[in-house]
């Protein structure tokens, strides 16, 4: 079955640095990837979406990347802030199959 | 534009009863996906209804059921309620043609359910 791994499950780094998350799947490369912030006792929020065909988007000071050949998606965060912390999930969307698969999520904290 | 709103927000139930959640979704979205959301599981697909049609579903067992009205307002149940069943449940819609998930999701705060 297809798994989902999101590299660590809390990352801690100094405001104004580059924060990088990981998301590495196994099997089948999805059609589109999803990234989400996720505030604690609420519902995730979409950031941004990458296709299987896109190598990169930009948000400003969001950046995704998508390397079907590695299986990953890196999901980076410039200039970093206090509140940038939060739980960020990837999410998989397999359309042939009409499939969405979450990620356990990277719980980010900056630190002042 | 009003978000997706989900009612009630908390709830305590007792193992054995059954209990019905609502969502009402963005207004001109169609779509409504259901999920649910637990630490050690994490975020779990339940199902996703289109145009009052559920058009894919997760691996849950029958007791999680649900529906979607002509309005686009969708309902789910759980019958027979375990104690496992304690969660946070979470209804997302979006605006994309069932099966096409390019769209993004817009979540609901959540009904947070505790079964005693």
């Known amino acids: 079955s297809q798994k989902i791994e999101q590299n660590s499950e809390a990352l801690n780094i100094q405001e104004g640095k580059t924060a990088t998350l990981t998301c590495n799947y196994t099997n089948y490369s999805p059609a589109y990837l999803q990234w989400y912030r996720q505030d604690p006792g609420r519902g995730p929020v979409f950031l941004l979406l990458?296709?299987?065909?896109?190598k990169e988007k930009r948000k400003e000071r969001l950046k995704v990347t998508f390397d079907t050949t590695l299986k990953q998606s890196l999901f980076h965060i410039t200039a970093s802030q206090p509140a940038d912390s939060a739980t960020y999930l990837c999410a998989l969307v397999y359309s042939s199959a009409s499939k969405i698969i979450f990620g356990s999520g990277t719980r980010l904290s900056i630190r002042p | 534009k009003a978000g997706v709103t989900q009612t009630p927000r908390y709830l305590i139930k007792t193992r054995g009863q059954q209990v019905t959640l609502s969502c009402s979704p963005i207004s001109g979205h169609r779509s409504v996906s259901w999920y649910q959301q637990t630490p050690g599981q994490g975020l779990q697909f339940l199902f996703e209804y289109f145009s009052e049609t559920q058009r894919n579903k997760g691996n849950f067992p029958g007791r999680f059921s649900g529906r979607q009205f002509s309005n686009s307002r969708s309902e789910m149940n759980v019958s027979t309620l375990e104690l496992g069943d304690s969660a946070l449940y979470l209804c997302?819609?979006?605006?994309?043609?069932?099966?096409?998930?390019?769209?993004?999701?817009?979540f609901g705060p959540g009904t947070r359910l505790t079964v005693t």
């Open positions: 990458i296709r299987e065909n896109e």
């Open positions: 997302a819609s979006s605006r994309g043609v069932a099966g096409g998930r390019a769209y993004e999701q817009y």
